[in-house]
């Protein structure tokens, strides 16, 4: 469950599979009310048309004034306030806020009610990932209370484990299949999209926003806080993604992907996706596009350091998940090792 900012809109998800809800709107009080009106209905929540009496907490504003919504201000305010990713934040933490009282004082928020948290969001379809980015949002607020003396300390986060599923890329023929839809229901944008993305490995926000001053010396540069980790980066481009370039370039636009908004790519892929076969998998998503460039570098023989640098990746742990397609070098081990052998 989660609500994202994208463009100005802000999209809703709650669960998977078949059971997964999608919705949007254009501010974030109304993407909260179709969060919760499905929460209502799948009856994780009371009914937001009944006046259900409000559940008592230990403490309230009206005597101490500090609550998890107060909080949940502060932190808005001081700890994302120049944070990117500000408006994902806020959705990651009200996820957890509409399981949670958000009137709690943060002395009441136990070990116990952050578990019996965990395990409502977990029948409503979140993720183990997901919802440990939601407890490490709702540890941030009750970092602030404990810096400000208002708790001792802060409870043990009752973590769940995290997927350890395959990392899907698309592989030679599913790509053909994908570029022949393309090409018969004129989905140029897409096709140009799925190709840069593959060949460049960049986030689906950093190429739709990608501009083409920022194509030279055949590279594509993404400046400081343009990117994820907010460092910047330049990837050589390939043959084509290069020719892809110089054709949008005719557009007369700034963007490379100007007049292809994030919504048009997630429409497209998705009738995509449904058409050609792929919609039961769901791991098929736009995302994928990036594994498959770390994925094809590793299956090239390009080490850890190298696929860091090309992705942008905060961290080798991540990059070593693609590790395993790499050819196997250690069999040249045994000759070296034989080679001590009196």
């Known amino acids: 469950m989660s609500i994202v900012e994208r463009r100005g809109r802000f999209y809703v998800t709650i669960g998977t599979g078949d059971k997964r809800y999608r919705g949007s709107a254009s501010t974030l009080r109304a993407a909260e009310t179709l969060e919760r009106r499905e929460l209502t209905v799948r009856g994780m929540l009371p009914n937001i048309k009944s006046s259900p009496q409000k559940p008592k907490v230990a403490h309230t504003v009206s005597t101490s004034g500090v609550t998890l919504e107060k909080l949940f201000d502060i932190a808005l305010k001081t700890v994302w306030a120049d944070a990117k990713s500000k408006d994902k934040l806020k959705g990651t933490t009200r996820g957890i806020l509409n399981v949670i009282d958000h009137r709690m004082h943060p002395k009441d ?11 409502k969001l977990a029948e409503i379809g979140n993720t183990g990932a997901t919802i440990n980015r939601k407890l490490s949002a709702i540890s941030v607020l009750l970092r602030i209370a404990e810096e400000d003396g208002i708790i001792d300390r802060r409870p043990r986060l009752p973590r769940r484990k995290e997927s350890e599923h395959r990392i899907r890329f698309i592989n030679p023929h599913e790509e053909k299949k994908c570029f022949d839809w393309c090409a018969k229901t004129g989905a140029n944008d897409l096709a140009d999209f799925t190709a840069c993305a593959i060949d460049s490995g960049f986030r689906r926000s950093e190429l739709l926003n990608v501009r083409f001053d920022q194509f030279y010396n055949g590279m594509l540069h993404l400046e400081h806080g343009e990117t994820k980790t907010n460092k910047a980066r330049a990837v050589p481009t390939t043959k084509r993604v290069t020719a892809i370039i110089e054709r949008r370039r005719l557009s007369g636009l700034v963007g490379i992907f100007e007049d ?44 850890s350091a190298f696929i ?12 070593e998940r693609y590790m395993h397609l790499a050819p196997d070098t250690l069999s040249a081990g045994t000759s070296d090792l034989e080679g001590f052998v009196l």
Do not use: Y
Not at 109 to 119: E, F, K, M, N, S
Not at 262 to 267: G, T
Not at 271 to 283: E, H, I, S
Not at 308 to 319: E, F
């Open 109 to 119: 928020v136990t070990t116990q009610v952050l578990r019996d948290a965990t395990v």
């Open 260 to 303: 292809f908004t994030d919504s048009q790519l997630r429409r497209h892929w998705e009738l995509m996706v449904d058409k050609l076969g792929f919609a039961k998998d769901p791991q098929f998503v736009v995302h994928m596009l990036r594994h498959t460039c770390a994925s094809r570098l590793a299956m090239k023989g390009k080490n």
């Open 308 to 319: 860091k640098a090309w992705m942008g990746h905060a961290s080798i742990l991540t990059t």
